[in-house]
């Protein structure tokens, strides 16, 4: 494949840890210059290190100097870069900031910032697929009409959520089962929504049990074509937080895949999508609806390179270059089974504190349709600084079983000594029978603990370390050196 | 008196000893058996425990053995005898305030030679982008405090030390 011809030659990364060694891969590819910025906590990581031309930026916290666009903007014209990549999370999604980038004479590599801000205001987004005819979960706004809200209410049906209007962190928040006691559940919210946001105002959408969350990546050119890359389950999550994806999902039937899939397209062309996007749905009792949509690449998209066998990356700078896409929806096949793994520095058996300590041991497992996007380096310190995702473990098998045993091994051979992970804990997840047969929810891990704290250690495995533990301790070793071997050979010897 | 190894908060005695040209493992109320370690290259090797070779990858900090065993890594603490003897006074008690996870100082709130009783709220610290109050264990004078507003700290850091009254 030849390089396409870009009006620009450099990139400014925007971003650190994984991403920003994910990205420079691919500039590395397509023959552009990378240019990351870094805070000096993380002046020993693999971007700093991979990149072309790294530049130190500050800030009052190590966040704060990722997330501070006019530094970031200052930095990427003295570099003289040409375009700038957000990665994810930081400023990716971040309007103004891409308003300002684009002002400044720099190709932002994402979407248009009418896309990025329709998308970005929740209830307008929701509006926006609600008028263009796609699912959204049926709701009742109290405000739109008070005298008829219950009314309105009782038309979605049974079940149903409410919550307060001005509300958040589930506070308030009623399930109705039975639309008999719908009144009562509204008193109660209302009240609650007046003592905790002091706004008794009220909110009702059709309650998903148990749902599925299933995205699909899109990615759209300057001249208005639009193609799905298939669907993602995410629907392993702690705390909101995804933790393992894969595609397909097992969740879905062919017939279902195909409607998700062309609803997502549809979205995106609805709203004059460019460049790469996610939209989310929630997806239970054989409906979906209109989530969100997230205007920048997304941590779990290898799985879809994996199937695939695109480069996202690659295909968002051609994008952002003005490039048409070179293929059309029928040429875009998804063979095989892929899986991520997220590798952060959490402890599961704590409520998933953060961990902290030092990278001392790092080797990485290989093997045909085996990938790791790492953002860590032997020797570095893993700090509360920033989110605790250290590496992605990312596979690719003919089938769903064998992915998953390729997942494991994968897990078990990836050598990261120095600071505790929730590596065992994704093991168990993949090794769990629930998720062997693919019935996962957004509820799978509140409702199965046990996976999080895990067994005791077997004596096997407790003789093994104890074992190299001795050998490796210098007084244990010398005390035994010490001692003749006569005297070691009676039992119960004590000094 | 067996050597200690501490795995997740558990105790775990051990002696070695020669047995020929290797060593034997004694396990604290338990197994015993011929063990050797042969390093293919540095931090990774195999052990051979009774007859049975198993790849191990290791790294030591301190008196930390890092230890990648059997699909998954572990942290095994040495326990020094005469430390922790020496510690077992004053160190591991109701009179100091330790980390609950790691986070960084968001405010002191009481200074060295401060009464406070059980409860008072010590200092503030922020972990996982939530604020936590650290309270004094027990009634005390404040004898030390090891930190100051905008440290950060690893889990179980020494934060305060109280001096008891009636100690």
């Given at each position: 494949m030849g390089r396409p011809s870009l009006p620009f030659d450099s990139v400014l990364i925007a971003n650190r840890g994984e991403i920003a060694v994910r990205i420079i891969r691919t500039l590395r590819e397509l023959g552009l210059r990378s240019i990351v910025v870094y805070h000096e906590v993380d002046a020993l990581a693999p971007a700093v290190a991979l990149a072309d031309e790294a530049i130190r930026i500050t800030g009052r916290t190590p966040v704060a100097a990722y997330l501070d666009g006019d530094q970031i903007l200052t930095v990427a014209k003295e570099a003289k870069a040409g375009a700038l990549h957000p990665g994810y999370?930081?400023?990716?999604?971040n309007a103004s900031f891409a308003r300002a980038v684009e002002a400044a004479g720099i190709v932002f590599v994402g979407p248009g910032v009418d896309a990025i801000e329709l998308m970005g205001d929740k209830i307008r987004a929701r509006a926006f697929v609600a008028k263009n005819g796609f699912p959204v979960a049926p709701s009742a706004i109290e405000e739109d009409a008070p005298s008829t809200f219950l009314q309105r209410a009782r038309a979605i049906g049974a079940p149903l959520l409410v919550k307060p209007?001005?509300?958040?962190?589930?506070?308030?928040m009623r399930i109705v089962r039975?639309?008999?006691?719908l009144e009562d559940a509204v008193t109660e919210a209302r009240s609650e929504g007046e003592r905790y946001f002091g706004d008794g105002r009220l909110y009702i959408e059709r309650f998903v049990e148990r749902p599925r969350h299933i995205e699909v990546q899109v990615l759209g050119d300057a001249m208005g074509n639009v193609v799905h890359l298939y669907e993602r389950e995410c629907?392993?999550?702690r705390r909101f937080q995804k933790i393992i994806e894969e595609t397909p999902s097992p969740g879905l039937t062919a017939e279902e895949r195909e409607r998700i899939c062309a609803t997502a397209a549809g979205i995106a062309r609805a709203a004059g999508y460019r460049n790469a996007g996610t939209v989310e749905f929630i997806y239970g009792g054989g409906a979906f609806y209109f989530l969100e949509m997230n205007t920048r690449l997304q941590v779990e998209h290898p799985v879809t390179e994996m199937t695939t066998g695109l480069d996202l990356v690659a295909e968002q700078i051609k994008i952002a270059a003005g490039l048409p896409l070179e293929f059309n929806q029928a040429q875009v096949t998804s063979s095989g089974h892929s899986i991520e793994a997220r590798l952060y520095a959490e402890a599961p058996d704590r409520d998933f504190a953060p961990t902290t300590g030092k990278v001392l041991a790092l080797r990485y497992p290989e093997g045909d349709g085996v990938r790791i996007d790492s953002g860590i380096a032997q020797g570095q310190s893993i700090t509360t600084a920033f989110d605790p995702m250290l590496a992605k473990i990312i596979v690719h098998a003919p089938s769903r079983d064998e992915a998953i045993v390729k997942a494991r091994e994968a897990i078990a051979n990836f050598v990261f000594l120095g600071c505790e992970s929730n590596a065992a804990f994704l093991s168990r997840i993949l090794g769990d029978d629930l998720f062997k047969a693919g019935a996962v929810h957004t509820g799978y891990l509140d409702e199965n603990p046990a996976i999080a704290t895990g067994g005791a250690d077997d004596d096997a495995i407790m003789r093994q370390l104890l074992a190299v533990a001795a050998l490796l301790t210098r007084p244990v070793r010398d005390a035994a050196d010490a001692v003749p071997p006569l005297h070691a050979r009676l039992q119960g010897w004590r000094n | 008196m067996y050597h200690r190894f501490d795995l997740d908060g558990k105790a775990n005695g051990v002696w070695l000893s020669r047995l020929g040209n290797g060593y034997q493992l004694q396990v604290e109320g338990g197994w015993h058996g011929a063990v050797a370690l042969a390093e293919d290259r540095p931090g990774q090797g195999h052990l051979t425990i009774d007859g049975e070779r198993v790849p191990v990858a290791y790294a030591l900090d301190g008196d930390v053995i890092h230890i990648h065993c059997g699909g998954r890594a572990y942290a095994l603490h040495y326990v020094d005898p005469l430390a922790a003897f020496a510690r077992a006074g004053d160190d591991s008690g109701l009179n100091v305030a330790r980390a609950p996870m790691p986070g960084v100082v968001v405010a002191v709130k009481v200074a060295p030679g401060d009464e406070v009783l059980a409860g008072t709220v010590l200092m503030v610290i922020e972990s996982m982008k939530l604020e936590t109050s650290i309270r004094a264990p027990q009634d005390g004078i404040v004898e030390k405090i090891h930190v100051k507003a905008g440290d950060s700290f690893d889990r179980d850091a020494l934060l305060a030390t109280l001096l008891q009254e009636n100690g």
């Open positions: 999370g930081f400023l990716s999604e209007s001005a509300g958040g962190g589930g506070k308030g039975d639309l008999d006691l629907s392993v999550q | -």
